[in-house]
Protein backbone atom coordinates (compact mmCIF):
# COMPACT_ATOMS: atom_id res chain seq x y z
CA UNK A 1 0.00 0.00 0.00
CA UNK A 2 1.34 3.33 -0.82
CA UNK A 3 1.60 6.36 1.86
CA UNK A 4 2.17 9.95 0.43
CA UNK A 5 5.13 11.51 2.18
CA UNK A 6 3.77 13.68 4.22
CA UNK A 7 5.14 17.44 4.79
CA UNK A 8 6.59 18.95 7.89
CA UNK A 9 3.76 21.58 9.00
CA UNK A 10 5.12 25.13 8.63
CA UNK A 11 3.83 25.96 11.66
CA UNK A 12 5.28 23.70 14.04
CA UNK A 13 8.49 24.39 12.76
CA UNK A 14 8.12 27.67 13.65
CA UNK A 15 6.72 27.38 17.17
CA UNK A 16 10.16 24.70 17.47
CA UNK A 17 12.35 27.58 16.39
CA UNK A 18 11.08 30.18 18.77
CA UNK A 19 10.97 27.79 22.00
CA UNK A 20 14.79 27.40 20.92
CA UNK A 21 15.36 30.70 20.90
CA UNK A 22 13.90 31.73 23.73
CA UNK A 23 15.60 28.95 25.47
CA UNK A 24 18.77 30.58 24.36
CA UNK A 25 17.66 34.01 25.56
CA UNK A 26 16.86 32.92 29.08
CA UNK A 27 20.07 31.03 29.56
CA UNK A 28 21.98 33.59 27.86
CA UNK A 29 20.78 36.66 30.58
CA UNK A 30 21.00 34.04 33.63
CA UNK A 31 24.81 33.97 32.79
CA UNK A 32 24.62 37.64 31.83
CA UNK A 33 22.97 38.23 35.74
CA UNK A 34 24.97 35.98 37.97
CA UNK A 35 28.67 35.49 37.21
CA UNK A 36 30.16 31.87 36.98
CA UNK A 37 31.69 30.72 39.57
CA UNK A 38 34.89 28.56 39.96
CA UNK A 39 35.00 25.17 39.95
CA UNK A 40 38.22 25.24 42.28
CA UNK A 41 37.71 22.59 45.26
CA UNK A 42 40.05 23.68 48.00
CA UNK A 43 41.16 22.36 51.85
CA UNK A 44 41.25 25.41 53.89
CA UNK A 45 43.17 25.65 57.01
CA UNK A 46 42.66 28.77 59.47
CA UNK A 47 42.93 29.97 62.70
CA UNK A 48 39.37 30.55 63.33
CA UNK A 49 37.79 27.04 62.40
CA UNK A 50 38.97 24.04 64.48
CA UNK A 51 39.82 21.61 61.88
CA UNK A 52 40.40 22.18 58.44
CA UNK A 53 37.15 21.74 55.76
CA UNK A 54 36.43 21.54 52.42
CA UNK A 55 35.13 24.46 50.46
CA UNK A 56 34.43 26.09 46.75
CA UNK A 57 36.79 28.80 46.26
CA UNK A 58 35.17 32.14 44.71
CA UNK A 59 37.77 35.17 45.16
CA UNK A 60 40.67 36.03 46.36
CA UNK A 61 41.38 39.92 47.09
CA UNK A 62 44.31 41.11 48.58
CA UNK A 63 42.41 41.14 52.04
CA UNK A 64 40.46 38.31 51.49
CA UNK A 65 39.44 34.96 50.66
CA UNK A 66 35.48 34.34 49.50
CA UNK A 67 34.75 30.76 49.57
CA UNK A 68 31.39 28.48 49.32
CA UNK A 69 30.97 25.58 52.61
CA UNK A 70 27.64 23.70 53.28
CA UNK A 71 25.52 26.18 51.45
CA UNK A 72 27.08 29.79 53.06
CA UNK A 73 29.33 32.04 51.77
CA UNK A 74 32.49 32.90 54.24
CA UNK A 75 35.16 35.25 54.11
CA UNK A 76 37.93 34.58 55.94
CA UNK A 77 40.92 37.57 56.44
CA UNK A 78 44.02 36.59 54.92
CA UNK A 79 45.56 37.24 58.70
CA UNK A 80 43.40 34.26 59.60
CA UNK A 81 44.48 32.05 56.87
CA UNK A 82 47.40 29.10 57.02
CA UNK A 83 46.94 27.42 54.18
CA UNK A 84 44.76 26.36 50.96
CA UNK A 85 45.13 22.88 49.36
CA UNK A 86 43.70 22.68 45.63
CA UNK A 87 41.98 19.15 46.09
CA UNK A 88 43.03 16.68 43.08
CA UNK A 89 46.28 18.96 42.29
CA UNK A 90 48.86 16.32 42.38
CA UNK A 91 52.84 17.00 41.12
CA UNK A 92 53.47 16.58 37.38
CA UNK A 93 56.66 16.12 35.82
CA UNK A 94 59.08 18.64 35.68
CA UNK A 95 61.57 20.54 33.03
CA UNK A 96 64.78 20.11 32.44
CA UNK A 97 65.74 23.46 33.42
CA UNK A 98 65.64 24.59 36.98
CA UNK A 99 65.39 28.28 37.47
CA UNK A 100 66.19 30.27 40.71
CA UNK A 101 64.86 34.37 40.82
CA UNK A 102 66.52 36.36 43.24
CA UNK A 103 63.56 37.16 45.63
CA UNK A 104 64.12 33.45 46.44
CA UNK A 105 61.49 31.43 43.65
CA UNK A 106 62.30 28.53 41.86
CA UNK A 107 60.61 26.67 39.25
CA UNK A 108 61.08 24.57 36.44
CA UNK A 109 60.74 25.29 32.30
CA UNK A 110 60.65 22.98 29.19
CA UNK A 111 62.53 25.24 27.40
CA UNK A 112 64.35 28.78 27.10
CA UNK A 113 66.37 31.16 25.30
CA UNK A 114 67.86 34.71 26.06
CA UNK A 115 68.85 38.24 23.81
CA UNK A 116 70.96 39.13 27.37
CA UNK A 117 68.57 41.72 28.88
CA UNK A 118 65.40 39.16 29.23
CA UNK A 119 65.11 35.58 29.34
CA UNK A 120 62.17 33.86 27.80
CA UNK A 121 61.06 30.98 29.15
CA UNK A 122 57.98 27.92 28.45
CA UNK A 123 57.12 26.93 31.69
CA UNK A 124 56.09 22.80 32.04
CA UNK A 125 52.52 23.38 32.56
CA UNK A 126 52.76 25.32 28.97
CA UNK A 127 52.57 29.13 30.50
CA UNK A 128 55.36 31.60 28.87
CA UNK A 129 57.50 33.67 31.01
CA UNK A 130 59.81 36.79 30.82
CA UNK A 131 61.85 37.96 33.15
CA UNK A 132 64.83 40.39 33.09
CA UNK A 133 68.11 38.52 32.82
CA UNK A 134 68.75 40.53 36.42
CA UNK A 135 65.93 39.16 38.57
CA UNK A 136 67.42 35.49 37.68
CA UNK A 137 69.87 34.00 40.22
CA UNK A 138 71.18 30.70 38.75
CA UNK A 139 69.70 28.12 35.77
CA UNK A 140 70.40 24.57 36.48
CA UNK A 141 70.85 23.33 32.64
CA UNK A 142 70.41 19.41 33.84
CA UNK A 143 69.97 16.51 36.11
CA UNK A 144 72.83 16.03 38.66
CA UNK A 145 74.61 13.15 40.13
CA UNK A 146 74.48 12.80 44.23
CA UNK A 147 78.32 14.12 43.25
CA UNK A 148 77.89 17.09 41.22
CA UNK A 149 74.46 18.05 43.40
CA UNK A 150 76.90 18.98 46.47
CA UNK A 151 79.28 20.74 44.54
CA UNK A 152 76.60 22.93 42.87
CA UNK A 153 75.07 23.48 45.91
CA UNK A 154 78.27 24.72 46.97
CA UNK A 155 79.22 26.66 43.71
CA UNK A 156 76.03 28.63 44.31
CA UNK A 157 76.36 29.75 47.67
CA UNK A 158 79.94 31.13 46.59
CA UNK A 159 80.61 35.33 45.98
CA UNK A 160 80.39 36.18 41.98
CA UNK A 161 82.30 38.61 40.64
CA UNK A 162 80.91 38.03 36.91
CA UNK A 163 78.26 35.84 35.33
CA UNK A 164 79.02 31.77 35.45
CA UNK A 165 79.20 28.97 33.35
CA UNK A 166 79.44 25.55 35.46
CA UNK A 167 81.13 23.11 33.58
CA UNK A 168 80.76 19.04 33.27
CA UNK A 169 83.60 17.19 33.87
CA UNK A 170 82.67 13.98 34.45
CA UNK A 171 80.00 12.55 36.60
CA UNK A 172 81.65 13.20 39.96
CA UNK A 173 83.05 16.60 39.59
CA UNK A 174 81.93 20.03 38.29
CA UNK A 175 84.02 23.06 37.51
CA UNK A 176 83.20 27.07 36.41
CA UNK A 177 84.54 30.00 35.02
CA UNK A 178 83.37 33.62 35.25
CA UNK A 179 82.94 36.19 32.25
CA UNK A 180 80.00 37.52 30.85
CA UNK A 181 76.80 35.19 29.30
CA UNK A 182 75.65 37.41 26.11
CA UNK A 183 73.11 35.36 24.87
CA UNK A 184 71.43 31.64 25.60
CA UNK A 185 70.08 29.66 22.45
CA UNK A 186 68.47 26.37 22.40
CA UNK A 187 72.00 24.83 22.17
CA UNK A 188 74.42 27.35 23.63
CA UNK A 189 75.30 29.67 26.07
CA UNK A 190 77.58 32.59 23.74
CA UNK A 191 80.08 33.46 26.60
CA UNK A 192 82.43 36.32 26.65
CA UNK A 193 86.12 35.35 28.09
CA UNK A 194 89.03 37.00 28.41
CA UNK A 195 87.64 39.41 25.13
CA UNK A 196 86.74 36.27 22.90
CA UNK A 197 83.44 34.97 22.37
CA UNK A 198 82.65 30.92 22.98
CA UNK A 199 79.78 29.23 22.09
CA UNK A 200 79.33 26.49 24.97
CA UNK A 201 77.16 24.15 24.15
CA UNK A 202 74.45 22.73 26.57
CA UNK A 203 75.37 19.54 26.86
CA UNK A 204 79.29 20.13 28.59
CA UNK A 205 76.77 22.73 31.35
CA UNK A 206 75.32 22.14 34.83
CA UNK A 207 74.10 25.41 34.51
CA UNK A 208 75.03 29.33 34.71
CA UNK A 209 74.93 32.17 37.14
CA UNK A 210 73.85 35.53 36.81
CA UNK A 211 76.01 38.73 38.19
CA UNK A 212 74.01 41.49 39.12
CA UNK A 213 73.86 44.79 41.18
CA UNK A 214 70.16 45.02 41.17
CA UNK A 215 68.77 45.69 44.06
CA UNK A 216 65.05 45.75 43.78
CA UNK A 217 65.42 42.56 42.18
CA UNK A 218 67.13 40.92 45.33
CA UNK A 219 65.09 42.76 48.03
CA UNK A 220 62.01 43.31 46.76
CA UNK A 221 58.68 43.89 48.55
CA UNK A 222 57.08 41.57 51.61
CA UNK A 223 56.50 38.12 51.31
CA UNK A 224 52.71 37.41 52.19
CA UNK A 225 52.12 33.90 50.76
CA UNK A 226 54.63 31.11 48.84
CA UNK A 227 52.37 29.51 46.44
CA UNK A 228 53.38 25.60 45.00
CA UNK A 229 52.43 24.31 41.32
CA UNK A 230 51.96 20.62 40.01
CA UNK A 231 55.60 20.88 38.52
CA UNK A 232 57.04 21.56 41.92
CA UNK A 233 57.90 25.29 41.52
CA UNK A 234 57.76 27.17 44.20
CA UNK A 235 56.37 31.34 44.04
CA UNK A 236 57.45 33.97 46.60
CA UNK A 237 54.32 36.39 46.01
CA UNK A 238 53.93 39.67 47.30
CA UNK A 239 50.46 39.71 46.23
CA UNK A 240 48.11 37.16 44.64
CA UNK A 241 44.43 37.52 43.46
CA UNK A 242 41.94 35.71 41.82
CA UNK A 243 39.07 37.48 40.03
CA UNK A 244 35.63 36.30 40.71
CA UNK A 245 34.80 33.22 38.75
CA UNK A 246 38.31 33.39 37.18
CA UNK A 247 40.35 29.87 36.52
CA UNK A 248 43.87 31.83 37.06
CA UNK A 249 46.07 32.52 39.88
CA UNK A 250 47.92 36.16 39.32
CA UNK A 251 50.86 36.27 41.40
CA UNK A 252 52.82 39.47 41.97
CA UNK A 253 56.24 37.87 43.13
CA UNK A 254 58.44 39.80 45.45
CA UNK A 255 60.70 41.09 42.93
CA UNK A 256 58.18 42.80 40.82
CA UNK A 257 57.68 40.23 38.31
CA UNK A 258 53.47 39.16 36.96
CA UNK A 259 52.49 35.99 36.42
CA UNK A 260 49.26 34.16 36.09
CA UNK A 261 49.42 30.45 37.04
CA UNK A 262 46.14 28.33 36.36
CA UNK A 263 44.25 26.91 39.09
CA UNK A 264 44.06 23.62 37.43
CA UNK A 265 47.83 23.79 38.18
CA UNK A 266 48.28 25.26 41.58
CA UNK A 267 49.14 22.86 44.31
CA UNK A 268 48.49 24.79 47.33
CA UNK A 269 49.23 28.49 48.56
CA UNK A 270 50.90 28.87 52.37
CA UNK A 271 49.82 31.84 54.07
CA UNK A 272 51.70 30.90 57.42
CA UNK A 273 54.52 33.00 56.40
CA UNK A 274 56.24 34.14 59.25
CA UNK A 275 54.64 31.15 61.42
CA UNK A 276 56.60 28.79 59.89
CA UNK A 277 60.26 27.88 59.26
CA UNK A 278 62.05 25.19 57.00
CA UNK A 279 64.57 23.48 58.38
CA UNK A 280 66.86 23.57 55.70
CA UNK A 281 67.08 27.23 55.33
CA UNK A 282 68.94 27.07 58.93
CA UNK A 283 72.92 26.08 59.11
CA UNK A 284 73.58 23.48 61.18
CA UNK A 285 75.55 23.31 64.42
CA UNK A 286 77.22 20.51 63.72
CA UNK A 287 77.52 17.46 61.60
CA UNK A 288 79.08 14.04 60.94
CA UNK A 289 79.06 11.69 58.52
CA UNK A 290 80.29 7.92 58.94
CA UNK A 291 81.88 6.81 56.08
CA UNK A 292 80.27 3.83 54.00
CA UNK A 293 82.98 2.07 53.75
CA UNK A 294 86.67 2.66 55.22
CA UNK A 295 88.85 4.36 52.47
CA UNK A 296 92.77 3.40 53.08
CA UNK A 297 93.94 6.82 52.11
CA UNK A 298 92.06 10.18 53.02
CA UNK A 299 90.59 11.65 50.03
CA UNK A 300 89.86 15.46 50.16
CA UNK A 301 86.72 16.01 50.24
CA UNK A 302 84.72 12.81 50.84
CA UNK A 303 83.14 14.36 53.97
CA UNK A 304 80.99 16.92 52.21
CA UNK A 305 79.69 13.39 50.02
CA UNK A 306 78.32 11.61 52.57
CA UNK A 307 76.35 12.28 55.82
CA UNK A 308 73.73 15.00 55.77
CA UNK A 309 73.08 18.15 53.73
CA UNK A 310 70.18 20.29 52.95
CA UNK A 311 68.29 19.86 49.97
CA UNK A 312 66.91 23.58 48.99
CA UNK A 313 63.25 24.32 47.52
CA UNK A 314 65.32 24.62 44.07
CA UNK A 315 65.07 20.54 43.71
CA UNK A 316 61.30 20.27 43.32
CA UNK A 317 61.52 16.48 43.46
CA UNK A 318 62.81 16.70 47.05
CA UNK A 319 61.72 20.00 48.41
CA UNK A 320 63.35 21.98 51.52
CA UNK A 321 64.78 18.77 53.29
CA UNK A 322 67.19 17.31 54.62
CA UNK A 323 68.87 14.80 53.18
CA UNK A 324 71.50 11.97 54.45
CA UNK A 325 73.71 9.73 52.42
CA UNK A 326 74.99 7.30 54.66
CA UNK A 327 75.09 7.74 58.18
CA UNK A 328 75.19 10.64 60.75
CA UNK A 329 73.88 13.08 62.29
CA UNK A 330 73.46 16.83 61.92
CA UNK A 331 72.58 19.15 64.93
CA UNK A 332 70.48 22.83 64.94
CA UNK A 333 69.65 25.23 66.87
CA UNK A 334 65.80 25.82 66.98
CA UNK A 335 64.50 29.09 66.33
CA UNK A 336 62.99 31.61 69.22
CA UNK A 337 59.14 31.26 69.64
CA UNK A 338 58.98 28.09 67.58
CA UNK A 339 57.16 25.63 69.44
CA UNK A 340 56.91 22.80 66.70
CA UNK A 341 58.90 20.37 64.60
CA UNK A 342 56.75 18.85 61.50
CA UNK A 343 57.87 16.45 58.74
CA UNK A 344 58.41 12.90 57.87
CA UNK A 345 61.26 10.45 56.95
CA UNK A 346 61.93 7.94 54.63
CA UNK A 347 64.07 5.88 52.36
CA UNK A 348 64.61 7.32 49.06
CA UNK A 349 67.72 5.33 47.00
CA UNK A 350 67.85 6.07 43.55
CA UNK A 351 67.05 3.03 42.62
CA UNK A 352 65.25 -0.01 44.50
CA UNK A 353 68.25 -1.59 46.88
CA UNK A 354 68.08 -0.54 50.07
CA UNK A 355 69.85 -1.58 53.45
CA UNK A 356 67.38 -1.44 56.91
CA UNK A 357 68.58 1.47 59.07
CA UNK A 358 68.03 3.32 62.25
CA UNK A 359 66.75 7.00 62.51
CA UNK A 360 66.21 9.00 65.58
CA UNK A 361 65.10 12.70 66.83
CA UNK A 362 67.41 14.16 69.70
CA UNK A 363 65.71 17.14 71.82
CA UNK A 364 69.20 18.34 74.29
CA UNK A 365 70.54 14.41 73.50
CA UNK A 366 67.69 12.92 74.71
CA UNK A 367 65.74 10.45 72.51
CA UNK A 368 62.18 12.13 71.57
CA UNK A 369 61.34 9.82 68.70
CA UNK A 370 62.85 7.18 67.15
CA UNK A 371 62.06 4.75 63.73
CA UNK A 372 63.53 1.37 61.89
CA UNK A 373 63.76 1.92 58.12
CA UNK A 374 63.83 -1.06 56.39
CA UNK A 375 61.45 -0.23 52.69
CA UNK A 376 61.96 2.60 50.30
CA UNK A 377 59.95 5.10 50.12
CA UNK A 378 57.26 4.74 52.90
CA UNK A 379 57.50 8.03 55.02
CA UNK A 380 56.97 7.71 58.39
CA UNK A 381 55.43 11.42 59.17
CA UNK A 382 55.76 12.85 63.07
CA UNK A 383 55.02 15.93 65.01
CA UNK A 384 56.90 16.72 68.35
CA UNK A 385 56.70 19.66 70.77
CA UNK A 386 60.26 22.01 70.40
CA UNK A 387 61.42 24.52 72.75
CA UNK A 388 63.17 27.83 71.61
CA UNK A 389 66.54 27.70 71.57
CA UNK A 390 66.86 23.91 72.31
CA UNK A 391 69.43 21.13 70.56
CA UNK A 392 68.03 19.52 68.27
CA UNK A 393 69.41 16.63 66.36
CA UNK A 394 69.18 14.29 63.24
CA UNK A 395 70.57 10.42 63.91
CA UNK A 396 70.42 8.23 60.95
CA UNK A 397 72.53 4.97 61.81
CA UNK A 398 73.03 1.87 59.99
CA UNK A 399 70.84 -1.45 60.95
CA UNK A 400 73.09 -3.97 58.81
CA UNK A 401 76.78 -5.68 59.38
CA UNK A 402 77.39 -4.88 55.18
CA UNK A 403 75.44 -1.29 54.86
CA UNK A 404 75.46 -0.50 51.16
CA UNK A 405 74.56 3.22 51.59
CA UNK A 406 71.52 4.55 52.87
CA UNK A 407 69.90 7.34 51.17
CA UNK A 408 67.53 8.98 54.56
CA UNK A 409 65.59 11.99 53.22
CA UNK A 410 63.70 14.15 56.51
CA UNK A 411 61.43 15.48 53.75
CA UNK A 412 60.07 19.41 53.97
CA UNK A 413 61.24 19.64 58.05
CA UNK A 414 59.43 22.67 59.16
CA UNK A 415 59.46 24.48 62.86
CA UNK A 416 55.66 26.00 63.41
CA UNK A 417 54.91 28.40 65.80
Known sequence: MYFPRQQPNPCLRLRFGLLVLVASLALSGALRGQAPTSAASVLVS?????????????????????????????????????????????????????????????????????DGPVIKMKLVGGSELAAPTQWISDIRLRELTD??????????????????????RSEESLDKIEGIINRITTEAVEFEFSGQTIPAPLTKLAGVRFYSRAEGATAGAKLSAIVRDTSGSTWNAAKLTIAKGGDTLELTLRGGLVFNLPLSQTLDIDFAVGSMKYLAELVPVARTATERFPLATTVAGSESLFGPRAASRQDPKIGPSLQFLGSGTATYRIPAEFTRLVGSVELNPPGNKVTPCIVQVLLEKKIVWEQRLSAAKEPHPFDLPVTSDQRVQFVVKADSNLPVGDVVLFRELRFLK
Request: charged share 15%.
Open 147 to 168: SQRTQWQAIRDSRLTADMLVLV
Open 46 to 114: DTQSPAPFIAELEQLTDTMLTVASGGNVRELPLTNLRQVQFQGAVLTGVGPFAISLRDGSTFTASSLIS
